[in-house]
């Protein structure tokens, strides 16, 4: 029988469009199996932070050499080199386990702070059996240029891409001035396989009681959606890559105008954490019952009718009309 939610995102082959997003609900097998069991079409591990490694592997050496020069007797307690587990170690042993569990593919998540950090974890996951990676860029922007900081983008996919076979995505912020054209680059110049838009950072705030500053970050809602589908919809078909959106899909509403803007797929990880793992299997459920409700056969019909290029009203996607808005807007 024909699977009509079928699509394919990196090359890879989902039963739907459904990937639950790099978060806490894929951070093991149990989580993993969940996943998986309610119906979702692959998963995205939690990032292995570059920093993160550098500070547990300078945490480790400096107890060991404490221990050492302590007593002589604390030097039966010091574990052999083998038995250390630094690095990407314990990342891959997880990433391992998960694979070894479940039967959908499994997306390992790469937060780097240098080219050649990237490019050792890159080579690592991939031995461990990674069905793709994706490249979870950030570069504090601080006084550099707009092109220093793609140039940086550009530089690190690069050479991920030259060491690695699977599949590479970039997940990008919507604090470019050009999304599209950094894709386009990305895809000719860094061979990128697909684009996740667009990642949702941790955003500073100001306790005015203590005078300190604290990081937060809100679960997103289906309001946030809108710039997503303004850049899926004029990407459709104007690079080879897939396109994956998360941030503000919430439910089979906001999945269907994702596909419809362009999309291969979306990953979700808000909505799960508000309605549980069975909102995964509720929403495939509708859409696809939608599908067989509409005028289309299958998803991949579905993908794109309201792309850029395919809209009836295509310079809504790239100038709004703010006077008639401002003017027509009421609160009641």
């Known amino acids: 029988m024909t699977n009509i939610l079928e699509t394919k995102y990196l090359g890879l082959k989902l039963k739907n469009p459904i990937i639950i997003g790099s978060s806490n609900l894929t951070k093991d097998v149990s989580s993993a199996k969940k996943m998986e069991a309610a119906g979702a079409a692959a998963i995205v591990l939690p990032s292995i932070f570059e920093e993160q490694i550098k500070q547990e592997k300078e945490n480790m050496i400096k107890a060991l050499e404490a221990g050492s020069n302590s007593f002589a007797e604390g030097l039966n307690f010091i574990p052999e080199p083998d038995e250390l587990k630094l690095g990407p170690e314990v990342y891959v042993e997880n990433l391992k386990s998960i694979k070894d569990a479940v039967n959908i593919p499994v997306i390992a998540s790469i937060n780097g702070s240098t ?19 994706e490249l979870n860029i950030h570069v504090s922007p601080g006084f550099l240029t707009a092109e220093a900081i793609e140039h940086r983008i550009m530089d690190i996919a690069k050479k991920v891409n030259e060491i690695v076979s699977i599949p590479v995505s970039i997940k990008l912020s919507n604090q470019f001035s050009s999304i599209a054209n950094l894709c386009k680059k990305l895809e000719q110049n860094a061979k990128c396989d697909g684009f996740v838009l667009l990642n949702r950072f941790y955003s500073p705030d100001i306790n005015t009681k203590s005078l300190e500053l604290y990081s937060t970050i809100d679960l ?53 954490l508000i309605n549980g793992v069975k909102h995964i299997t509720k929403t495939i459920s509708e859409l696809e019952k939608f599908i067989k409700e509409s005028d289309y056969s299958n998803l991949k019909e579905l993908r794109g009718v309201l792309s850029f290029d395919k809209c009836p009203n295509p310079e809504a996607y790239q100038r709004q009309n703010y006077m008639r808005l401002l003017k027509t807007w009421s609160s009641n």
């Open 115 to 133: 080219s050649a950090g990237w490019v050792e974890y890159a080579k690592v996951i991939e031995e461990a059996g990674a069905d793709a990676i």
């Open 220 to 272: 997103s809602t289906s309001a946030e959606l809108s710039s997503r589908l303004t850049w899926a919809g004029i990407l459709h078909n104007k690079i080879k890559g897939n396109i994956s959106i998360t941030g503000g899909v919430h439910d089979s509403k906001d999945v269907i105008k994702s596909i419809m803007a362009g999309a291969s797929s979306v990953q979700m990880v808000s909505s799960i």
